[in-house]
């Protein structure tokens, strides 16, 4: 039976992950590193330092940088992006979420949010979504980044629900492979190809719905 269901942030239930991308771009073309969308792929759902290493690496510059350089230029991109989410409203909500969250409530399922972001927090806030959410998982305290498990399974901790009654919805390929990790349904939003790893795809957050959701976590549920 179906106790929870845990949502990522960026690029699930707002679209700061184009956000991400556009602060990425620009740090990556300040150092000579320009890329394209398909990369930044590889760069969705992890970690601002690890990140920063992907794009190092792409550009064969993770040798180029101390780790105070390295900690500069993560700062540069991350004061970039917190200017940019700064016109983030409750409007900003990606459609479909904010009926999904309301039937999860009139289910009595719970509800919890895993994302790598410290931003995460301040995000919430803008969304004004920070009261629907059961628990948020501190970013501050995790240790290893989606592809890891350990966000989900600190999100079910923290719900105090068995993984396998939760079921975790991704844009990243990353973090379909973490939710799987964690022993759960994943639940991927974007382009199938990406996150062939999930259990089942859709192409946008308007064609989730808790009834099909149901239906799918029913399916596999042993
Ligand atoms: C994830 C995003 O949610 O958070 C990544 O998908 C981002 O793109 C990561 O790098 C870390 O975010 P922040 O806000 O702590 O730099
Ligand atoms: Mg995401």
Known sequence: ???AVIFDLDGVVTDT?????????ALGES?????????????????????????????????????EEKLELAKQKNDHYVELIKQVTPDDVLPGIRELIADIHAKGLKI??????????????SLQLRDSFDTIVDAAKIRNSKPDPE??????????????????????AAGVTSIKGAGMFAVGVGDSMT????????????EL????????YQGTAV
């Open 1 to 3: 039976e179906l106790q």
């Open 17 to 25: 992950a184009e956000y991400h991308y556009l602060a990425w771009k």
């Open 31 to 67: 150092i000579g590193v320009p890329f394209t969308r398909e990369f930044n792929e590889e760069l969705k759902g992890v970690s601002r330092m690890d990140s920063l290493n992907k794009i190092l690496a792409l550009g064969g510059k993770e040798n180029s940088y101390s780790d």
């Open 112 to 125: 919890g949010l895993a994302s790598v972001s410290k931003n995460a927090f301040a995000v919430m806030d």
């Open 151 to 172: 966000i989900f399974l600190k999100a079910a901790e923290q719900l105090g629900v068995d993984p396998a009654a939760c079921l975790g919805i991704e844009d990243a």
């Open 195 to 206: 996150l062939a790893e999930a259990d089942i795809v859709y192409a946008s957050t308007a």
């Open 209 to 216: 719905s808790l009834d099909q959701l149901l239906v799918q």
